[in-house]
Structures are given as structure tokens and as C-alpha cells.
């Protein structure tokens, strides 16, 4: 009994020692690098001026800086060989990814040509169908200049979609990239709105989604590359 009340006493102290109020809560200050994105989608570090090197940093890391200070030549080669290295594997990666998402757009105009070559040619046929899908309520003119206004906003649509496709693949920054994705996914919307048209297609919607998923994902990369350091081969030496 006097040992459980020994151990309750220790208890209810630990639980005061642990319920006392500490004063005030202290402010989470962030004094490091950060990264910053520009307008036109590229990533840059921001480094403070009064920023000092960390002072409990373990004696590992400060041995590994000594010995980097005593051969200027191998360290140099491995401080960067680890960043050049992941530098030519994510830009690997974005070459393959790269051509796949190319494909997918082919695939995605021939598909859309057929689809505007369909259009047009059941064109007197389309009328009659829109017709009869609103029980004759609507006029057959009416119904024409339906069918070529949803025709007429499909082809601008193709042709501003295929346009910022092939900007972000020549610029390869993410900010094009995200501009794609938000155009290819209003893209995904307009197609549901053309059921009521009767003239939804369901392989464009597919691949208009397809396309959506693998911009935001290249776009993700292209941020990836920007942050990585640029081989040897791409700096350029301003000391003579």
C-alpha cells in the first residue's frame, strides 16, 4: 500500500511537472534558404545575407568540410558529382516521358481529325438526330446552327490546345506546363457539355485526361531539373 501510494505521489508529480505552464510559446522563425518561383515558372533559391552556418552540425559533417578544404580538386568533383549525377537521371527521365507524352498527343490529333471528319460529313444526319433527341421541340435550322457552333468552338479549342502543347515541349518550363493541364482540363469539361449535343466522344475524353495527368506530372520534373545543378558542360567560366 505504501509502495502504490509512493508511485502515485511520483505520478501526480510528473503529471504537474508536465501540466505546468511553460510561459509563452516561442515563434517559429524561418532563417535559411528558401525557393522562390518566378513568373515564368522557373525555381530560385534565396539565400539570407546574415545567413551563418549552423553550429550544431554533428563532427561528421565537419570533418567531411575539412577534408573537402584539403583537396580542392577531388572535392570538387564530389560536392557535385552527386548533384550532376541526379541532374542527368531526372533529365533522362523527362527525355523518355517526354516522347510517350508526344505519342500520346499524336495519337490524340489523328483521333480528332477523324472526329471533326465525322462531324462534318453526317452533318444533314446530325440535324435530324438532334431533332427528334429534343421530341421536334427545336427547328431544324436551329439545330444546324447548334451543330456548327459546338463544331466551330471544338476546332479553336484543338487548335489553342495543340499550340501550348507544343510551346511546353519546346520551352520545357512548368509554368507551360501548368498552363497546358488547366487548358486540357477545361477541355475534359466541354466534352461533357457536347453529350448534350449528342456528339460526345468518349476515346478524345480518355486521352484529353490522359494528357492532363501526364502534363502535371512533366510539370513536376521540369521543377525538378530547374532545382538541380546544370552539368559541366552547361556552365559557363566568366573567370578567363
Known amino acids: 500500500m505504501a509502495a502504490a501510494e509512493r508511485y502515485g505521489s511520483c505520478s501526480n508529480k510528473d503529471r504537474k511537472d508536465s501540466t505546468a505552464p511553460s510561459g509563452s510559446r516561442p515563434k517559429l522563425l524561418v532563417h535559411g534558404p528558401i525557393f522562390v518561383e518566378n513568373p515564368d515558372g522557373s525555381i530560385t533559391e534565396a ?104 463544331f466551330v468552338m471544338q476546332i479553336s479549342y484543338a487548335s489553342l490546345y495543340y499550340v501550348l502543347a507544343a510551346t511546353a515541349l519546346w520551352t520545357k518550363r512548368p509554368k507551360h506546363y501548368q498552363i497546358f493541364a488547366t487548358t486540357s482540363l477545361c477541355g475534359v469539361v466541354g466534352l461533357v457539355f457536347l453529350a448534350y449535343v449528342d456528339k460526345f466522344n468518349l476515346p478524345i475524353f480518355f486521352l484529353r485526361l490522359l494528357a492532363y495527368i501526364y502534363s502535371r506530372f512533366l510539370q513536376g520534373l521540369t521543377a525538378s531539373i530547374l532545382l538541380l545543378p546544370p552539368p559541366p558542360a552547361a556552365r559557363v567560366d566568366l573567370n578567363p
Request: no cysteine.
Open 47 to 150: 539565400v539570407p545575407s546574415d545567413a551563418k552556418p549552423d553550429p550544431r552540425r554533428s563532427k561528421a559533417d565537419r570533418r567531411r568540410d575539412s577534408n573537402a578544404d584539403g583537396d580542392s580538386d577531388s572535392s570538387g568533383s564530389s560536392s557535385t558529382g552527386g548533384g550532376i549525377s541526379m541532374s542527368q537521371e531526372v533529365e533522362f527521365l523527362y527525355t523518355r516521358h517526354e516522347r510517350v507524352f508526344i505519342l500520346l498527343l499524336l495519337i490524340q490529333l489523328i483521333l480528332e481529325a477523324l472526329y471533326a471528319t465525322v462531324f462534318v460529313v453526317r452533318m444533314r444526319r446530325s440535324i435530324w438526330e438532334l431533332v427528334a433527341m429534343y421530341n421536334w421541340e427545336m427547328t431544324p435550322k436551329t439545330a444546324e446552327i447548334v451543330l456548327w457552333t459546338a
